[in-house]
């Protein structure tokens, strides 16, 4: 996998018919890779990553992310294997412990998340590869299961989090992490300093997969209020492990406090913040802004297409690769 790849989401509410030929043009367009989203509520993760796999013939495809508490890890295990032996090499598969009101909702929030999730990457790792199982843990036991069927290349498992601590768990677990927009390069490198990957370790390079929201226009200006609505759900707290490194984060957090909606926050947001926490604007400022990204240490930027037409949004955002 190449260090500087950039990729592109597959918006989770586009529609299905459009689904296919969306990823059909993206490869036709020169995007190393593509991004599909698992949100409660839309769509499955598994069935458009094997959608997309099936409908092209070089493009990788990431599953960005699937809850752990929402799959037993054996049958996710099953699933990624399947996928790994039908498309070797083009799968990537994202895995989290979920939004916590969206798993407390399903009854399946559990008391440590971390716990839960790096016991069953570590299961998960083991199965994909064939290998002798973990004796049983808190919450994962699959002790003795050996699939009869794994891929010769098992796909890289990365963890989709914040945050300093489940980013240092992340480090000694994970193949690699998603980095959820917005991803500024103070962002991507104060992540990839706290995760500390263990780099002797057998496995290849870690992953560092870098998601932004993203327009490409004719001018800077026409470009970021395309973004700007996009960027109300950064105002709330969740979002503060991306905005901390950088260098208005206590103005960020008072213009958040002042505001009372996530609409009245992104419409007050500065350019100078806009231009910062996306990828907006010509074709020659949002390449620079890729390479940015990329000599911060992502292995891949993921563009995250806006606008009421995420079709002709693509196309333009293709303008931007190198």
Same mark, same amino acid.
């Given at each position: 996998?190449?260090?500087?790849?950039?990729?592109?989401? @597959?918006?989770?509410?586009?529609?299905?018919?459009?689904?296919?030929?969306?990823?059909?043009?993206?490869?036709?367009?020169?995007?190393?890779? @593509?991004?599909?989203?698992?949100?409660?509520?839309?769509?499955?993760? &598994?069935?458009?990553?094997?959608?997309?796999?099936? =409908? #092209?013939?070089? &493009?990788?495809?990431?599953?960005?992310?699937?809850?752990?508490?929402?799959?037993?890890? *054996?049958?996710?295990?099953?699933?990624? *294997? #399947?996928?790994?032996?039908?498309?070797?090499?083009?799968?990537?598969?994202?895995?989290?412990?979920?939004?916590?009101? %969206?798993?407390?909702?399903?009854?399946? %929030?559990?008391? =440590?998340?971390?716990?839960?999730?790096?016991?069953?990457?570590?299961?998960?790792?083991?199965?994909?590869?064939?290998?002798?199982?973990?004796?049983?843990?808190?919450?994962?036991?699959?002790?003795?299961?050996?699939?009869? @069927?794994?891929?010769?290349?098992?796909?890289? &498992?990365?963890?989709?989090?914040?945050?300093?601590?489940?980013?240092?768990?992340?480090?000694?677990?994970?193949?690699?992490?998603?980095?959820?927009?917005?991803?500024?390069?103070?962002?991507?490198?104060?992540?990839?300093?706290?995760?500390?990957?263990? #780099?002797?370790?057998?496995?290849?390079?870690?992953?560092?997969?870098?998601?932004?929201?993203?327009?490409?226009?004719?001018?800077?200006?026409?470009?970021?209020?395309?973004?700007?609505?996009?960027?109300? &759900?950064?105002?709330?707290?969740?979002?503060?492990?991306?905005?901390?490194?950088?260098?208005?984060?206590?103005?960020?957090?008072?213009?958040?406090? +002042? #505001?009372? =909606?996530?609409?009245?926050?992104?419409?007050?947001?500065?350019?100078? %913040?806009?231009?910062?926490?996306?990828?907006?604007?010509? *074709?020659?400022?949002?390449?620079?802004?890729? *390479?940015?990204?990329?000599?911060?240490?992502?292995?891949?930027?993921?563009?995250?297409?806006?606008?009421?037409? +995420?079709?002709?949004?693509?196309?333009?955002?293709?303008?931007?690769?190198?």
């Amino acid at each position: 996998m190449s260090p500087d790849n950039v990729g592109v989401i @597959l918006p989770r509410d586009l529609p299905a018919g459009e689904v296919v030929s969306f990823a059909r043009r993206a490869e036709e367009l020169g995007f190393d890779e @593509l991004w599909v989203v698992e949100d409660l509520g839309f769509r499955g993760g &598994i069935a458009q990553a094997s959608a997309v796999l099936a =409908s #092209t013939s070089r &493009i990788r495809v990431g599953v960005g992310i699937l809850p752990a508490g929402a799959r037993n890890v *054996a049958f996710a295990a099953m699933e990624i *294997a #399947t996928l790994g032996e039908l498309f070797p090499g083009r799968v990537v598969v994202g895995i989290g412990h979920g939004m916590p009101h %969206w798993m407390r909702s399903l009854g399946v %929030w559990p008391k =440590s998340p971390l716990t839960l999730l790096s016991e069953y990457t570590v299961a998960l790792t083991a199965l994909l590869r064939g290998e002798q199982t973990p004796e049983a843990g808190r919450y994962v036991d699959v002790s003795g299961l050996r699939l009869d @069927l794994v891929p010769s290349t098992p796909p890289p &498992i990365v963890w989709g989090v914040r945050g300093p601590r489940s980013l240092a768990a992340a480090g000694r677990v994970a193949q690699g992490v998603v980095l959820a927009e917005p991803s500024a390069p103070a962002y991507i490198r104060a992540s990839i300093e706290t995760t500390a990957f263990d #780099t002797g370790r057998a496995d290849a390079a870690p992953l560092v997969v870098a998601y932004d929201i993203a327009a490409v226009a004719a001018t800077d200006a026409a470009a970021r209020e395309l973004v700007r609505p996009a960027l109300g &759900i950064v105002g709330e707290p969740d979002w503060h492990p991306h905005i901390a490194p950088l260098p208005f984060a206590d103005d960020f957090v008072a213009l958040r406090e +002042r #505001t009372g =909606s996530p609409e009245a926050f992104a419409a007050a947001l500065p350019d100078e %913040w806009i231009d910062a926490l996306t990828l907006a604007g010509t *074709a020659d400022r949002v390449r620079a802004g890729i *390479a940015a990204r990329h000599a911060a240490g992502a292995t891949s930027v993921v563009l995250t297409p806006v606008g009421p037409d +995420r079709s002709a949004a693509l196309e333009d955002l293709a303008g931007a690769l190198g």
